[in-house]
């Protein structure tokens, strides 16, 4: 077959285009490393220091062990740990802000570089924070209305005690709206006011746990997971509304 000169100049320009994408690919794969220690899949820049990713390891290790210990739950399947060494390379792959130190998304979790988040002394507060995320995706099949996920997120990886109720406790609906964070919603929130936040769902949280219990909160999760009505879960297993238990914890002892 005799080729036009316009065709060969296609096909020249084609493979052109084939070498430099499949150069971006290598370039891609040598900019980051995996480590592999089940459940866990790190994926690390090539910047990420070695022993940055075995704290990160070991930090995910001993939490999924105490999770598993203290109240038998465990994730399903391998999960995704992606480590940044940049910022900016995290903003721009979660197209999430940079004030979030990690994310939960995609059912993966986001992590900004160990090194900055240990110099302000959160790492293991956001690990264990996102791997929480993670465990009530899995159960609730992405069902959990946002005031109880960060609630329990927030109470599992920073306090566990005895919590006053903080000074404004704001309501469900309030909070849900407020954690909404898709970066198209285009809503800012201060800061103060996600700390103010942050504070009543894991009060909130912290009530329904030791008042019933997390294996009776975990029935309601999982009951989320099978598309049961939240509400209609919560009276079955709690004996009581939402709406009560809201109440509830709006009255000061
Ligand atoms: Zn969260």
């Not at 096909?11 to 040598?30: I, M, P, R, V």
């Not at 490393?33 to 690390?44: E, K, M, T, Y």
């Not at 909160?217 to 509304?241: C, M, P, T, W, Y």
Request: hydrophobic share 35%.
């Amino acid at each position: 077959m005799i080729m036009s000169h316009a065709s060969s100049t296609f096909l020249t320009l084609l493979f052109c285009l084939g070498l430099s994408l499949f150069a971006d690919a290598e370039a891609n794969d040598s900019r980051s490393r995996q480590v592999h220690s089940p459940p866990f899949l790190i994926i690390a820049d090539r910047a990420v220091r070695q022993t940055s990713i075995e704290s990160v390891t070991n930090i995910l290790h001993h939490y999924r062990k105490q999770v598993k210990e203290e109240w038998g739950w465990t994730p399903h399947g391998e999960v995704f740990v992606h480590i940044f060494s940049e910022t900016w390379h995290y903003c721009q792959e979660t197209g999430q802000p940079w004030e979030f130190g990690g994310i939960y998304q995609d059912q993966r979790l986001y992590l900004q570089s160990p090194e900055l988040l240990e110099k302000r002394g959160r790492l293991k507060e956001i690990i264990v924070h996102e791997y929480i995320h993670l465990l009530i995706d899995q159960e609730t099949s992405g069902n959990c209305p946002l005031w109880l996920n960060e609630g329990l997120a927030v109470f599992i990886s920073e306090h566990r005690g005895d919590l006053a109720p903080p000074d404004l406790l704001m309501t469900p609906t309030c909070l849900d709206s407020l954690f909404i964070r898709e970066p198209e919603s285009g809503e800012i929130v201060s800061s103060s006011d996600l700390k103010q936040a942050y504070l009543s769902a894991q009060y909130y949280a912290a009530q329904l746990v030791q008042r019933y219990g997390i294996q009776n909160v975990r029935k309601i999760l999982s009951n989320l997971g099978k598309d049961i009505e939240f509400d209609a879960s919560f009276q079955h297993f709690l004996g009581q509304s939402v709406e009560e238990f809201i109440n509830s914890c709006q009255k000061r002892p």
